[in-house]
């Protein structure tokens, strides 16, 4: 009602007419008179408008609206009171990405097939979801090159992080084993364009994974970063096969070699040694049984120490050792194999990173042969999920089970990578 009466008193005020007697007047003292009427009707507008804009505002305090447009009903959902969303609960869409590895081998023995080509290795397809209050699921789709890009499961399991006791979570699926620093990682995202041969020969060519059940504990030490991890997991055999070095002909799979449920486990712990300085020790272990009786076990040790530079420079010092025993089941020897590597990176910013890494790996038991290389690194990452990386690798190779066998060998390996989506992988 308030805001009706200014605007009658605001057309009033515009329409009143001039004194009459001042409009009688001659000469100079009618103008003067009708400029002081203009100028009071003015200042009359102006203090008008400034009670309509306070009535205005003192009616949508009021209210709750604002003046600009028609009010704005609130709306109010069918069905029983929600409370508002919060950071961490499960939203309508998962995060969804797409990674593709390219990798081109130049400078290789001849009769690697993809010498001197630069293709596309395997693609990924990753979707994540926050399901409830501390539950979280991620699965991976790959399409691999050796298989001719068949789409297949590469990993699929929730993760549970409130499970009662504190500290106390769990995972439940199919993934990669946390068995070290690396195996956990998928190839796209580790640091090197090739892996390490001790993890290709002792553990997988294509990543130890296992189909299962874990709990890991944050243990309660103080002013200490330790984590004990143990589980069953369900292995297949290995699709990479090598030739067993005797007149029988037969085949044995490279890697771990166990099949069936296994147990594994890893205790993983970590220090700060000052504010930009973190030394990390590990040790992980599975065992079980390969298919043709033998008792099977991997043990893996690895240490890693890490320095910032500033806001993304830094420096890292790693390296992984691994031990392959299998009991011959008829004369339960056992017989024991090791492989390991070395590797230092120096990252001056975000974009370039720069490594020298040293693998010396042989094959498990009975298998003959080996790998001892020096590779140099070289990383220009353009987002935070696509890079090119040159890895050039000199040194002997005494086997053919991954790649043709030579000594003095020289090779060069090309990879691209490229990713787009908010998915986001495990890193070390």
Known sequence: MRTIWAYIALCLAIAA??????????????????????????????????RLAKLEAGSGADTGQTTDGPPVPAVVLPGPARKAAQSGSASALPDIAV???????????????????FRISELELALQQRVADGVLFRSTLAAGEEGDFGMGLEEGYVTFTKLGVPGLGGTLGKRRLPFGK??????????YAETPGALRYLADPDGLAGNGVALNWLLPVPSLFANLEVGAVQIGASDAEA???????????????????????????SKALNPSTELEVGS????????????????????????????????????????????????????TRSGAYVSALYAPDQYREFGLRY????????????????????????????????QLAHGDRTTDALLPARRGLTELTLQFVWGAG???????
């Open 182 to 191: 690396l195996n956990p990682i998928h190839p796209h995202a580790a640091p």
């Open 284 to 335: 992980s272990a599975v065992a079980g049984k390969a298919d043709s009786g033998d008792s099977v076990r991997l043990i893996g040790a690895d240490v890693t120490l890490k320095q910032m530079r500033g806001a993304f420079g830094r420096w890292q010092l790693q390296g992984e050792a691994l031990w392959h025993t299998r009991k011959d089941a008829g004369s339960r020897l056992p017989h």
């Open 359 to 390: 693998d010396d790996s042989r094959l498990p038991w009975p298998l003959e042969g080996g790998e001892r290389l020096l590779s140099l690194i070289w990383s220009n990452r353009m987002t935070e999920s696509s890079l090119w990386r040159l």
């Open 422 to 428: 908010s998915h986001s992988h495990p890193l070390q």
């Open 17 to 50: 007419p001039a004194d009459p007697v001042a409009a009688q007047a001659s000469g100079s003292t009618d103008l003067d008179q009708l400029k002081a009427i203009v100028t009071k009707q003015a200042e009359t507008i102006r203090e008008l408008q400034e």
């Open 99 to 117: 990674f593709g590895n390219n990798l081109g081998r130049m400078l290789t023995a001849k009769g690697e097939p993809s010498r001197n080509q």
């Open 243 to 269: 030739s067993r070095p005797d007149v029988t002909g037969t085949t044995l799979p490279l890697g771990f070699g166990a099949t069936g449920t296994v147990p594994m486990g890893r205790l993983w712990l």
